[in-house]
Each structure stands twice: as C-alpha cells, then as structure tokens.
C-alpha cells in the first residue's frame, strides 16, 4: 500500500490505487477536486518520424496514449509546424502535414506548446495553419507568452530566449492565482546537456518565487533531472516524447511526468520512461 510520504515513487499501475488512499488518508471536510497532469517532452512529427509512419498516424503515440489521455490535462511540446507552407527559416525541415494532428489528438494531448525555435520554420502563415489545424482537433495550442486557464489550473508556454527575465517573471506572478494549479512550460537549455545550467536553477528559484508551482522544460532532446525548488516541482527536461534524432543516444529516451495536485499544490509526482523506435512511441517501464 502506498502511504502518502512516499506517493510519488508509485509505478502508473499503481496510481489509482494511490488515489484512493491519498484520499482516505485525508478525512475531515470536503476537498477540492484531485487533479492529475500528464507533461510530456519534444514532440517531432515530420522527417523520419513521418517517413516511418507512412500515414499511420494513430499509432505513433498509441502505446502513450492511456497515460496522457487518462489525465485531467496532458501536455507535450509541438517542435513541427503542421502546415503546408513552404519553409523559409534556414536549418532543419521539421514540417509535417496537416493530417499529423492525428496522432497528437488520438493520444489525448490537451495542451501543446509551440513557444520554441521551430514554431516559424515555415513563416507566419505555417503558425497560423498550425494552431487551425490543432484547434479543429481540440488541441489548444500557445505560442510564446500565452497562457490557458481553467478554475484549477493554468499553463503558460515560453521561449527562453525571447523572453528576458524580468518580464518572465512578471508575467508569473500576474498569472498566479489562490487554488489554481500554476503551471509554466519552458523551451530553455543547451542541447545535449544532461544537467540544467546554473541561468537555469536560478530561475527556476525565481519563477518558484513568483508564484509557479510546476515547471516543466523541453528543448534539451534529453533527460533532466526532476527535483523540489522549496514547493515547486521542476522538471528541467524531459527529454523526446517523440523524435526521429539518431544520436546521440539519449535522445531516443523520454519521459513523462505524471502529477497529482490538489487546490494549486503537487502532491505527488512519478515518471513513466519512454523511447522512440521507428516513429512511435513505446513506454519502457516494468510492472511491479
């Protein structure tokens, strides 16, 4: 049986079993609803990962999918513009088509960032076809600075670099408020790196400060550490949750998040690990 000091180390089999003793391990007057979230990393969907697919879209995130689709909120990083636009930045052509969208909405995602360095690949337009394309899929999609919010919670995207810190810091502490579960989605950090920088601890102490009460980061391609800032769970990265990157090799394995909170507060956290094969994603954990 799992007790309440130690519910974030309860497998996802266990999860809903951890539910229900959290909730008998907390009598007295009525409560707030529990609410769980499911953060994910980078998600590509062009490239190799369509060459793999072949059209097949509902079965790149399928094994996934009862994980993220079983949230009250699930969240990833959308790294390809969905759009038929040609490209006019200059480096890789992460575009997929329209049709792609199949694989974000089957899985169940609810929330996709696009505050990251790809989200104009293909101009203007390709942004503007992209959150079309999501939104008639029932995806709410932000891009740099916006925010979705709901009674209970509230997620904000940003892009590292095109935000200084002060006024990400303000825009926090505007967004935050009593009961409602802060959430703040980061596109930050060196490429490859398997730790955050110090730039990144310390603003992770400052947005903490402001009011966040769950950082999640994207953009790395790998792993991170997830660890408590006062009583703020930040996870720095969580590396690909579905890419077609062949080395290094770290950038086949993912993770995702998964988070119990209660009246704007985590309460517990576990992670499911993750890894691309062949354009799908393929969850690595044991039953135990």
């Known amino acids: 049986m799992c007790k309440l000091a130690h ?65 009250d ?28 969208a199949v694989a974000l909405q089957s899985a169940g995602l609810d929330v996709l960032s696009l505050a990251n360095n790809h989200a104009l690949d293909a101009g203007p337009e390709g942004l503007r076809q992209t959150r079309a394309v999501l939104a008639e899929a029932g995806i709410q999609a932000l891009a740099e600075g916006e925010a ?18 002060e006024s990400l810091i303000q825009a926090v502490a505007a967004a935050d408020a009593p009961g409602r579960l802060l959430i703040v989605s980061l596109h930050w950090g060196g490429e490859y790196q398997a730790a955050p920088s110090l730039s990144q601890q310390a603003l992770a102490a400052d947005l903490a400060a402001a009011g966040a009460d769950l950082i999640v980061g994207h953009g790395p391609h790998v792993l991170q550490r997830v ?35 209660r009246a704007g507060r985590v309460i517990a956290f576990d992670t499911i690990p993750i890894e691309t094969v062949h354009g799908r994603t393929h969850l690595t954990f044991s039953s135990r």
């Open 148 to 165: 979705v919010c709901t009674p209970y919670w509230c997620v904000l995207a940003f892009y590292e670099s095109l935000r200084d810190r």
């Open 7 to 71: 519910l974030q180390t309860c497998t996802l089999a266990h999860l809903h079993t951890c539910i229900l003793v959290l909730l008998l391990l907390l009598p007295g007057e009525p409560r707030p609803p529990l609410l769980t979230v499911a953060l994910a990393g980078d998600v590509m969907l062009g490239r190799g990962v369509a060459a793999a697919l072949d059209g097949a879209w509902s079965e790149a995130l399928a094994e996934a999918a009862p994980v993220l689709a079983s949230a």
């Open 73 to 100: 909120l699930a969240f990833a990083n959308l790294e390809s513009p969905l759009t038929t636009a040609p490209q006019v930045a200059c480096g890789y052509d992460l575009r997929a088509p329209g049709g792609a």
């Open 227 to 261: 660890e408590w800032v006062d009583d703020t769970l930040v996870a720095y990265s969580l590396g690909n949750l579905l890419f077609d990157q062949p080395y290094p090799l770290d950038c086949r394995h993912g993770a995702i998040l998964l988070v119990l909170a």
